[in-house]
């Protein structure tokens, strides 16, 4: 856990995987740490990197979809930090799915064709494609599961106003399809995906990460076709190998149930995993970057000055 003192620090807030500090009530400092979770669980070792890994990902997939809807994102002053703008968030996540995959596919196997009130057709086998993406939000929990709700909730509930709704709904596809581009130019498909969104007086934007393999889920392209012909698993480069790691050891979350050991060849082979999956989406070797916590604290300091300056 980071333990900066920050000019002007306003409030403080430990996650499952980020720190995140509140600069004058206005800028957000994220600290995206090495600490994994699943199930709502952090796990009780570290993955060397993936801090690293998550930031990048999503300050370049950022950059890549801000003509499609403006964002938090300011400055990355270091390798696992980025500095933004504090937005009063919506209490739902925007969940994309392209394929039958996960808990989507887990409520299609029991029988249901219904998911978070979108209609799912017949005949589907897992790791299908939809017709089209499908949007299945959920709740964002303080704490515990996020709930899956529909369209109709949300507005009927007033957690989220029709005409923002509908904006954010137009984001989440626009920001789906091009990520499916630019996975597709990497050989890879964009499976699902979730998207969270704020407002600053009556403007929108896009906040937290967005395409890493924390949020969302890959196959690779090469061989899909052959493999859901056979009925075989998808290659994927996401966090759901972990997940299946748990469930393979008897874990879910559930109330009784203890985490797994993690021995180093099991945490050495998550780390590579993630390193993977950016030089894969991004194109482009992974490099290792090592800071003190006084170089990091002193890089964000200097990057609150200068936003300070420029706003």
């Not at 949300?154 to 709904?169: C, F, H, P, T």
Request: glycine residues 8%; proline residues 4%.
């Amino acid at each position: 856990m980071s333990d900066f003192k920050l000019p002007f620090q306003t409030n403080f807030y430990k996650g499952k995987v980020r720190d995140v500090y509140t600069v004058r009530d206005k800028l957000l400092v994220m600290i995206a740490s090495d600490r994994i979770s699943a199930f709502d669980v952090i796990l009780p070792k570290t993955i060397p990197y993936k801090g690293q890994v998550l930031n990048q990902i999503a300050a370049y997939m950022l950059d890549a979809t801000k003509d499609i809807c403006p964002n938090w994102l300011l400055q990355i002053p270091a390798p696992n930090v980025a500095i933004g703008k504090k937005c009063d968030p919506f209490r739902v996540e925007m969940v994309v799915r392209g394929n039958l995959t996960g808990h989507a596919w887990r409520t299609y196997a029991s029988g249901s064709r219904k998911l978070c009130g979108v209609n799912l057709q017949e005949g589907l086998k897992e790791n299908d494609f939809f017709t089209s993406p499908v949007i299945t939000p959920s709740t964002k929990a303080t704490s515990g599961h996020d709930e899956d709700i529909s369209r109709e909730e949300i507005i009927k509930n007033g957690l989220v106003e029709k005409e923002d709704y509908e904006k954010i709904e137009a984001y989440s596809l626009g920001l789906f399809a091009r990520g499916k581009e630019i996975a597709a130019a990497r050989g890879l498909i964009l499976v699902d995906t979730k998207y969270e969104f704020g407002k600053i007086g009556n403007d929108i934007y896009l906040m937290d990460e967005i395409h890493t393999p924390d949020s969302s889920r890959y196959f690779y392209a090469a061989g899909y076709e052959a493999r859901q012909a056979k009925g075989e698993k998808q290659k994927q480069l996401s966090k759901e190998f972990v997940r299946e790691w748990l469930i393979e050891n008897n874990f879910m979350g559930k109330e009784g149930q203890a985490v797994p050991n993690m021995n180093d060849e099991w945490i050495t082979t998550i780390r590579n995993r993630y390193i993977e999956l950016y030089e894969k989406l991004i194109g482009e070797k992974f490099v290792t970057q090592h800071l003190s916590d006084g170089e990091t604290e002193t890089r964000i300091i200097s990057g609150l000055q200068k936003l300070e300056v420029s706003l």
